[in-house]
């Protein structure tokens, strides 16, 4: 009778494991679709109770290009995990385990980092959480969107300043109606940063340091006549 029982037990157990390997290969799949990064796939997921999803990824690349001599590599020299945040799938907060992996250049031997599109280097978010993020700071405030809990005021404000950095060139090739707005930044009181909205298309042109008349007015020249007068 135990026998029997055993042996049952045990059919039990390597059925629901193949079961389960199959539905993993089948979460993993869809979450990287799901997901939707260029070269990026899911290895394995686990949801936090109060924290969120974490979503371990891996580049699907097996090698980097050195930024020295621009060069391929395929040397592995280290890996280096971290969790950033990433979009929210709907009300979950969603954080990726990322590896940027080091690689050790076979022509200047120098090890380097590999350069992924979809986080900057040094940031605790994604490019498109950024995006979104600043898209809401436009519409409401620093505070409301801190409120929800995705991100700290302390990463809005370095998202704002790395888009006015990377948006200092940009200008629009034709505008209809301007909308020009403002952020009250957290750190210094008084401080506020100006921000240029195309308001037919909703598109962020550019975010400015400050909000003086002085430097919007200096900013419109610099798009030069032809944007001006199409205006
Ligand atoms: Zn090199």
């Not at 109770?49 to 090698?63: A, F, P, R, V, W």
């Amino acid at each position: 009778m135990f026998v029997v029982n055993f042996k049952y037990k045990k059919n039990i157990f390597v059925i629901f494991g193949v079961f389960t390997v199959m539905l993993r290969k089948q979460d993993i799949k869809i979450l990287t679709e799901l997901l939707d990064l260029k070269d990026v796939k899911v290895i394995s997921h686990r949801l936090h109770d109060g924290i969120g999803m974490i979503l371990q990824t891996e580049s699907t690349k097996s090698y980097s290009t050195c930024p020295r001599c621009g060069i391929k590599s395929h040397r592995l020299h280290q890996n280096h995990r971290y969790i950033v945040k990433d979009l929210p799938f709907g009300e979950k907060p969603v954080f990726l385990e990322i590896n940027r992996r080091q690689f050790k250049c076979e022509e200047c031997k120098k090890p380097f980092s590999e350069k992924l599109d979809f986080v900057s280097k040094k940031r605790t978010y994604t490019k498109r959480l950024a995006h979104n993020i600043i898209q809401e700071v436009v519409e409401n405030d620093i505070h409301s969107v801190a409120d929800k809990g995705i991100v700290t005021t302390e990463e809005i404000e370095r998202m704002l300043k790395d888009a006015s950095e990377k948006l200092s060139d940009s200008k629009p090739d034709f505008i209809k109606r301007l909308g020009i707005d403002e952020i009250a930044l957290v750190k210094g009181k008084g401080n506020y940063c100006a921000v240029l909205i195309d308001l037919d298309t909703s598109k962020l042109i550019t975010i400015l340091n400050a909000r003086t008349q002085e430097v919007v007015k200096k900013t419109l020249m610099g798009w030069g006549t032809e944007v001006l007068e199409l205006s």
